[in-house]
């Protein structure tokens, strides 16, 4: 597991407020740029994605996943103002 400097809540605000503006859209690129490669998800068994195979998954890693998956759907055709939906099955 990365272990990297966390900063404070009051810092952290004040990262994120000098920023340009923060939406749902930017707002996992704010966190890969603030925290980089220190790791979000734990997961019993590697991810099953042929281009990562890891047991952690850092934020860089996340941005990377949520980057391809926006890509795939433009490729498809899928643009701003239409509407997607997304079903997800979480097996705990």
């Known amino acids: 597991m990365n272990r990297t400097h966390v900063p404070t809540r009051k810092r952290l605000r004040k990262m994120i407020l000098e920023r340009n503006k923060i939406n749902a859209a930017n ?3 704010h966190l890969a740029e603030l925290f980089g490669d220190r790791t979000i998800v734990l997961t019993e068994e590697p991810t099953p994605y042929g281009f990562l195979s890891a047991t ?5 890693n996340l941005l990377e996943i949520v980057n391809r998956m926006g890509n795939s759907l433009r490729q498809l ?3 701003r103002g ?5 079903l997800s099955l979480i097996h705990i």
Not at 82 to 86: E, P, Y
């Open 27 to 29: 707002f996992l690129d």
């Open 77 to 79: 055709g899928i643009r």
């Open 82 to 86: 239409d509407r997607v939906v997304l």
């Open 56 to 60: 952690e998954l850092s934020y860089n």
